[in-house]
DNA sequence: AAGTGGTCTAGACCACACA
DNA sequence: GTGTGGTCTAGACCACTTG
């Protein structure tokens, strides 16, 4: 019964993943087109000379990852490719800027604990409570290259209250210190106003990227934040999913 | 054998979901903090009064997602969690506005089949060779919503050269006729020219959303465009990667 | 009614890393 | 060596859906 796994096991390769590749190779090729019928686990089951648990993880897997859809009765069949998942990275500034050999400083342009006024109650879905505001710069090579502006609830993150800020920045200090579970992006390009330009060191009206980002601690937001960048210097770079 | 199964069969959850949940909401919540080592197989088995393989199928999920990480011999151990991946979705424009009950509609600026000129072999990675070259807007709503500027790589997508392309936009023709295996984004911030202003429709400096896409067959390109949205106007959404 | 996939079991052998 | 995870088997029952 092992005899057959021992004769297939070549090059290090599990048969699920084998089987999981050379099905996933004719989808994505196109030999199989969107709405064609794979195999039956019982088919591939003789095909590969395997057990049907192993047919079953290799389809299950295909599954999760969008290329197949299975239903009952009928079959296996190859999905309409989701063209638009894409995934991107977006970088703790810091860590990413030095394995990169350039230089990062920043500046803590404010620090403001208060109670929540209406905008805040809004970006953190609160009915009341104390925040702290962060405002600060952050530069690359002694250029401005972000602008950081944000919010964080101190009735989840009680221990930002003692926290200065003064040296490492916000960003690095959260994700060392505050578990979250979820967070949800947005970017947007807008028109830098007179202010924004003068941090930035840019021009009044530079197109800039905003990415902001809410994070939660389920069931709750424990921060807002506004990273925005000079358009000239920033850019995100998106891979299919894999 | 089946008996435990039925007893803990509440409300439909497949045994191997519940048994992931629990270990993601403990990680989650941060009462597993990354590094800490979660039960043994052995363990969970007899918590949950199941196989092997059920909770080996649970915590292979978890590994797919990054939450934890498992060494032989040793154990299974919270991951850092890898805070800056998202998934984003570039929807297929002509459906997403449909679905929305807004009204859809495109202008076919250009249509060129070339020589490939320097330009066109630099985006699409080839020596020599024909290209089509597209542009076209996309109205929502009867607005200016994309400027689409795009290349196919004709010795790839031979069928192209017959599709008119007046009737379906570029998007939704290689989104139905082309398989595709891989793709690469980038999203930038930038001044609208002159000449852009006019297409759109907005003011000459107005902020606008690039995103650039190069499509693989692998190991090939078949296409590159560029789809340019006012920044007013457009967004783009991501969620943690799931 | 029949055949599909969904799920699970109770074993098994193996590689690997650590003691 | 020892115990972990990685993989696989040869069954099984069930729900669902479709012919």
Redesign the pocket.
Known sequence: ??A??AI??RS?I?????IRDEIEANVMSGRWSPGHR?????ELMKH??????????A??TL?ERGLIE???????FVMTPKFHQAVFELPELRSQVVAQGKTYDFDLLRRELRRANAADRSHLNIADGEVLHLQCLHYVDAKPYAFEDRLINLELVPEARTAAFDREPPNSWLFAHVPWSDARHQITAFNADAELARKLAIRPDCACMMVERWTWRLPERTTYVQMIHPGPLFSIEAAFRP
């Open positions: 019964m092992k057959e796994q297939d096991d290090g599990s048969l699920h993943d084998r794979i195999p039956y686990e019982h590969y000379s395997c057990s049907r648990m192993t047919v079953n993880r389809l299950g599954v299975r239903r009952k009765r009928a079959g296996s």
